[in-house]
């Protein structure tokens, strides 16, 4: 099993910044990727950002060129660094650890219990 726990959420202006930090312990020897995930009130969740023990990422078009995602290995963390916030960027925050699957795509099997990132205009 693996454990993911979130830190780093809370109130932000519309333009602001906050960097999301998630940290993995446990089987973390079994995790080859990572990822951030959100959901806002009444929507689905949506992918943000992956990225691989190889460091390549991928991006939400929504967020893309205004978050980064980079992970520690040294330190089982990954972060999302989230720039220009916007309020539509408000919603709880899910970090997801997992594999690449033979072929290239991910599988997330593990979540943590969500951080909330509240944008105001």
């Known amino acids: 099993q693996v454990q993911l726990v979130e830190s780093g959420g809370g109130l932000v202006q519309a333009g602001g910044s906050l960097r999301l930090s998630c940290a993995a312990s446990?089987?973390?020897?079994?995790?080859?990727?990572m990822g951030w995930y959100r959901q806002a009130p009444g929507k689905e969740r949506e992918l943000v950002a992956t990225?691989?023990?190889?460091?390549?990422?991928n991006y939400a078009s929504s967020v893309k060129d205004r978050f980064t995602i980079s992970r520690d290995g040294a330190k089982n963390t990954v972060y999302l660094q989230m720039s220009s916030l916007k309020p539509e960027d408000t919603a709880v925050y899910y970090c997801?650890?997992?594999?690449?699957?033979?072929?290239?795509?991910?599988?997330?099997?593990?979540w943590g219990q969500g951080t909330q990132v509240t944008v105001s205009s």
């Open positions: 997801s650890a997992g594999r690449i699957n033979y072929g290239g795509s991910l599988s997330f099997p593990y």
């Open positions: 446990g089987s973390i020897f079994s995790i080859t990727a």
């Open positions: 990225i691989t023990t190889g460091g390549s990422t």
